[in-house]
């Protein structure tokens, strides 16, 4: 027996390469170890910036008790996320069609694949917005709304704890101080005063709940319609972008919406009976059943609520918890496009692996991480011809068909097809 036909041979499928798990295995050590530091830094004492003992902006009461204590915040942020991706990834992403143990087979790696990729660009969210706010907490060192109140100033002796300025000087009465004077036995309650800029419970629950709500658009295809571009196979554009093709207000007739391609006066002029009827602009997008809109709006709202018991608190500034928010939610933006195709164009799926050869990086004059080794050590051969190859070299390495939207009903995945064609396609 040859060893290409050994290679496409019904023995199940090929292992995946160990040089292309380990590579995974380190992103995952990369991104935890992201957190460990972050975590560490917060038991470093930050800057403490000069404060006047009579600015009222810091002169909020202390409260021993949070509404969203850290403990609350690791649960909505980090773990809910991580149990709602575990459902979606083994319940909702679909195998392929047909039966048996390869069948099973893939339908488990895909569904394992998916889940690797969310859980890992969660966690690569959450950490860096971790890491990211406590190392500015640290850099920044600014007093937090109560910070009088957990520092019990040393009144009596003022005049020890005046720092430089020639505002000292001129304004009567107003004189800045060193985090010297505050008298407080517990240090660590005054060190955390100075750690106001950025909130991280903005930051970290916006992280995690942006990631989570692009995570489940992706899935359920919950999107703003649009015009797909670029695709003259299914759409071409001199017939998408002819205006009789635009339904009219004016004169609105029954036929031509039933019937695309033509108009109320008869056929456009490039429509033939041997060429597929082509739709109308209004018929190539649908919007998404409205309920659908809550899975999308409702880790938004609450990471909206976590950031605003910050401010009522009296734990940050308003333009703490601003910051922290934006911050997050572009980390968040960022990790799910690390790992995922865009939420409109997807159809739901994450990028494919890194190809065996460049699991580890590529230089220069290399096109990208997807090569046509493919993942496995037989991936080439196993593909068939120089068609396949080609979108072997593609991101993700799969083709869109178009079909109703859904996790997994609109690509078809050169990945998995092995050897198999379409009925009808042409060698």
Same mark, same amino acid.
């Given at each position: 027996?040859?060893r290409l036909?050994?290679?496409?041979s019904?023995?199940g499928?090929?292992?995946l390469s160990?040089?292309?798990?380990?590579? =995974?295995?380190l992103?995952w050590?990369?991104?935890i170890?992201?957190g460990?530091?972050?975590g560490?830094?917060s038991?470093i004492?930050?800057n403490?910036r000069?404060?006047?003992l009579?600015?009222?902006?810091?002169?909020?009461p202390f409260?021993t008790k949070?509404?969203i204590s850290t403990v609350v915040?690791f649960l $909505?942020s980090?773990?809910?996320?991580? $149990? +709602? $991706?575990?459902?979606v990834?083994?319940?909702?992403?679909?195998g392929p069609?047909g039966? %048996?143990?390869?069948?099973?087979?893939?339908?488990?790696r895909r569904k394992?694949?998916?889940?690797?990729?969310?859980?890992?660009?969660?966690?690569?969210?959450?950490?860096?917005?971790?890491?990211i706010t406590n190392?500015m907490k640290?850099?920044? /060192?600014?007093?937090r709304? *109560?910070l009088?109140? !957990?520092?019990?100033?040393d009144v *009596?002796?003022?005049a020890? =704890?005046?720092v430089?300025?020639?505002g000292?000087?001129i +304004?009567? /009465?107003?004189?800045?101080v060193?985090?010297d +004077?505050c008298?407080s036995k517990?240090?660590?309650?005054?060190?955390d005063?100075?750690?106001?800029?950025p909130s991280g419970?903005s930051?970290l629950?916006?992280?995690?709940?942006t =990631?989570l709500?692009?995570?489940?658009c992706?899935k359920?295809?919950i &999107? $703003?319609?649009?015009?797909a571009?670029?695709?003259?196979a299914?759409y071409p554009?001199?017939?998408a972008?002819?205006?009789d093709?635009?339904?009219s207000?004016?004169?609105?007739n029954?036929s031509a919406l039933?019937?695309?391609?033509s108009?109320?006066n008869?056929?456009?002029?490039d429509a033939?009976?041997f060429?597929?009827?082509?739709?109308?602009l209004? *018929?190539?997008?649908?919007a998404?059943?409205?309920y659908?809109l809550?899975?999308?709006?409702?880790?938004m709202?609450?990471a909206t609520?976590?950031?605003?018991?910050r401010?009522?608190d009296? !734990?940050?500034?308003?333009? *703490?918890?601003?910051?922290g928010a934006?911050?997050g939610?572009?980390?968040g933006w960022?990790a799910?496009r #690390?790992y995922?195709?865009?939420v !409109?164009?997807?159809a739901g #799926?994450s990028w494919?692996?890194?190809?065996?050869e460049r699991? #580890?990086?590529?230089?220069?004059?290399?096109?990208?991480?997807?090569?046509?080794?493919? #993942?496995?050590?037989?991936?080439?051969?196993?593909?068939g011809?120089?068609?396949d190859?080609e979108n072997s070299?593609r991101?993700?390495?799969?083709?869109?068909a178009?079909? &109703?939207?859904g996790?997994g009903? !609109?690509?078809?995945?050169?990945?998995e097809? %092995?050897?198999e064609?379409p009925?009808?396609?042409?060698?």
């Open positions: 027996m040859s036909s050994k290679l496409q019904p023995r499928h090929e292992p160990k040089y292309l798990i380990f590579s =995974y295995v992103d050590i990369i991104v170890g992201a460990i530091v972050g560490a830094l038991a004492t930050p403490k000069p404060f006047t009579e600015d009222p902006s810091i002169s909020f409260s949070e509404t915040l $909505i980090v773990l809910t996320p991580i $149990i +709602i $991706i575990l459902v990834c083994l319940l909702l992403v679909p069609s039966a %048996g143990p390869r069948r099973n087979a893939l339908a488990w394992l694949w998916e889940l690797n990729t969310g859980l890992l660009g969660l966690i690569l969210s959450c950490a860096a917005a971790f890491l190392g640290n850099l920044f /060192g600014k007093p709304p *109560d009088i109140s !957990r520092c019990e100033p *009596d002796n003022i020890k =704890y005046v430089g300025g020639f000292n000087r +304004i009567e /009465g107003i004189q800045l060193s985090a +004077i008298q517990d240090g660590s309650l005054v060190n005063g100075f750690r106001s800029f419970h930051s629950s916006f992280a995690g709940l =990631y709500t692009l995570f489940l992706s359920f295809a &999107a $703003i319609p649009f015009l571009r670029g695709n003259n299914t554009k001199s017939r972008t002819n205006r093709s635009i339904p207000t004016a004169a609105p029954d039933s019937h695309p391609g108009t109320p008869g056929p456009t002029p033939s009976p060429s597929p009827p082509t739709p109308s209004r *018929d190539q997008a649908a998404p059943p409205t659908l809550i899975i999308a709006l409702v880790p709202a609450v609520y976590v950031s605003s018991t401010f009522s009296f !734990r940050h500034h308003g333009f *703490d918890i601003l910051f934006i911050m939610f572009l980390i960022f799910f #690390w995922h195709l865009p !409109r164009q997807g #799926w494919g692996p890194r190809s065996r699991a #580890w990086g590529i230089g220069v004059g290399v096109r990208g991480y997807v090569g046509e080794e493919g #993942w496995t050590s037989t991936f080439p051969e196993r593909r011809d120089s068609a190859l070299r991101p993700g390495m799969f083709t869109l178009p079909a &109703a939207a996790v009903e !609109r690509p078809v995945e050169m990945l097809r %092995g050897g064609r009925a009808g396609e042409s060698r």
